[in-house]
Each structure stands twice: as structure tokens, then as C-alpha cells.
């Protein structure tokens, strides 16, 4: 009898924890890329009763949010306005408290934000036979991409990274109509869309 009282407290020891180490699992972010951000977030992580989630920046509560779900591995999409830092490089971290008040921290990251979206100078698409001629000229200072989908099917990418700024490139069609949708992204994630349509 002495050797199952012992053990039974030992077991119960073990499920805590169990569900300890699965609170402590490390919060992970995932922002714009190349260290911009437009404060938009996804947050990956374990809490079983979670209350609230809280954004600091530059050691500042800026923004709360009470929508996150509980869970092991669950995610959470964040908008945050960060108008007010654009063009500034900050440094932030997310606070994750629990109906209990236990509190977890990510880690603090650095980041440039952006919230402004790529300005389209000017475009074309000049068709001649089945070649489609793009131009375009992008005011943007951080630019990522500019891609095209046609006909609703996958992306693909005219230009990239400085060649954004100024963008030449001819494609070929199939015949039929088409209806070409332009993205000029950067590398905070904002992005602007441009429709072209024509028949080849």
C-alpha cells in the first residue's frame, strides 16, 4: 500500500506537468517579411484558457484583443493600426493572459512599418499577336513583388525586388479572353490590384 500512495502522487505530478510544458510551448509571429510590417500578425501558440491578447510596441500597450481562441497550436490573425509608426523601425511583442492571470510573453522582434500601399505611376498591357507587352512604373521604396493571375488561376510573378520600380516584361496568351489581375506588393504586405482585360 505505501508503494501505490507514492505512486499516485507521483502521477498526478507527471499530468501537470504535462499540460504545463504544453502552456510554456514558445508564441510564434509571423509578420511582413525582410523585417517590415504592416501590422498584420498571425500568432501561433498553446493556451488552454486563453483571456486576452495584448500588443506592446516600444514597451507600450497599443492594442488588445479578446477574439484569440484556446487551444494547443492555435493561431490568431492580429490587425493592428500602426499609422501613427510608419515609417519607423519598432520594437514589439505580444502578451498572451489567461482566465487564471498566468502570462506568457513572445519574444520582442524589430521591425520597419509600412502601411502605405505601392503607388502605380503608370501601367499598360499592349497586345500584339499573342504577346502581352506589361509596363509599369511603381512608386514603392520596399518593393517586394509584382505578379498576375489570369483568369482566376495561380500567380505568377512578372517582376521582382528593384525591377519592381520599373517593370518591362511580355508574356504569351492562349487564344480566348482574358482576365488579367495585376498585384503590385511590398514587403510589408500591402499590395494594389489592377484589372486588364482583352480578347487574343
Known amino acids: 500500500m505505501k508503494k501505490l500512495v507514492f505512486i499516485m ?7 501537470i506537468g504535462v499540460f504545463a510544458y504544453h502552456d510554456s510551448i ?32 516600444n514597451n507600450e500597450k497599443i492594442d488588445s484583443f479578446d477574439y484569440c481562441n484556446s487551444g494547443r497550436n492555435a493561431e490568431c490573425e492580429i490587425n493592428s493600426d500602426l499609422s501613427d509608426f ?14 487564471d492571470g498566468n502570462i506568457q ?6 521591425a ?28 514603392e521604396y520596399n518593393p517586394l513583388k509584382i505578379e498576375y493571375s489570369d483568369n ?15 517593370c518591362n516584361k511580355k508574356r504569351i496568351f492562349s487564344q480566348g479572353y482574358h482576365n488579367v489581375l495585376v498585384r ?5 504586405g500591402n499590395y494594389i490590384e489592377q484589372d486588364f482585360l482583352f480578347d487574343i
Open 86 to 99: 510608419n515609417g519607423e523601425k519598432i520594437k514589439y511583442f505580444f502578451e498572451l493572459i489567461d482566465e
Open 184 to 188: 503590385v506588393s511590398d514587403k510589408a
Open 26 to 57: 514558445p508564441i510564434v509571429i509571423k509578420a511582413g517579411s525582410s523585417g517590415y510590417t504592416n501590422g498584420e500578425f498571425s500568432i501561433r501558440y498553446t493556451d488552454f484558457n486563453l483571456n486576452e491578447v495584448n500588443l506592446y510596441v
Open 152 to 166: 482566376g488561376r495561380s500567380w505568377k510573378t512578372l517582376c521582382s525586388g528593384s525591377s519592381v520600380i520599373n
Open 112 to 139: 520597419v512599418v509600412d502601411t502605405e500601399e505601392s503607388e502605380i505611376i503608370s501601367d499598360s498591357a499592349d497586345v500584339i499577336g499573342r504577346y502581352v507587352y506589361f509596363s509599369f512604373q511603381v512608386d
Open 105 to 110: 510573453y513572445s519574444k520582442t522582434y524589430s
Open 9 to 15: 502522487p507521483l502521477f498526478i505530478l507527471l499530468l
